[in-house]
């Protein structure tokens, strides 16, 4: 049996770049639509989702998340999971990635490639709404491709958004 190999947040934060994700989420549109599924499971308050997704000639992921509510209270996140990856030709599994390096990339890059493609190149004003883990990606992506920008954050809590 192989070695699966495992990309923790930090190897993958290491090795991440904001224009070349876009660029690349941008290639990724041009492949045939993915075919996604989302099952839900629920014990009392605690969830277990998953979202697999099968894109014909790249291959399958398959993002499993917990969400349990009562974690922090014992100092745990309350969002935990990972995402599997699995050979287009043969089904095996290539790879598992840390949830959180996909959600952040994920996320910020999907945003990026929107503004990549519809903003001004030359924009100088970008607002951003809340100053939470997706916020803080949100900054760091959008300053890759807007250097010059000017950044106001909204947030409920202001010390926070000053923090940016």
Do not use: C
């Amino acid at each position: 049996m192989t070695q699966i190999p495992m990309i923790p947040f930090d190897a993958g934060e290491a090795v991440l770049d904001w224009i070349g994700l876009t660029d690349a989420l941008a290639a990724g549109h041009t492949l045939p639509k993915a075919e996604i599924g989302d099952t839900f499971l629920y014990r009392g308050k605690d969830t277990l989702l998953n979202r697999a997704a099968w894109i014909d000639g790249l291959g399958m992921a398959v993002k499993s998340a917990t969400v349990f509510p009562g974690n922090p209270a014992v100092g745990k996140p309350m969002i935990n999971g990972g995402v599997s990856l699995y050979s287009d030709a043969d089904g095996t599994l290539e790879a598992i990635v840390d949830f959180h390096l996909i959600t952040k990339w994920k996320t910020a890059g999907d945003s990026l490639l929107a503004a990549r493609r519809l903003a001004r190149p030359d924009s100088k004003n970008i607002l951003i709404v809340g100053a939470g883990n997706q916020g803080r990606a949100l900054h760091a992506a959008y300053r890759a491709a807007f250097p010059e920008a000017r950044f106001t954050v909204w947030n409920r809590s202001p010390e926070n958004a000053q923090k940016m």
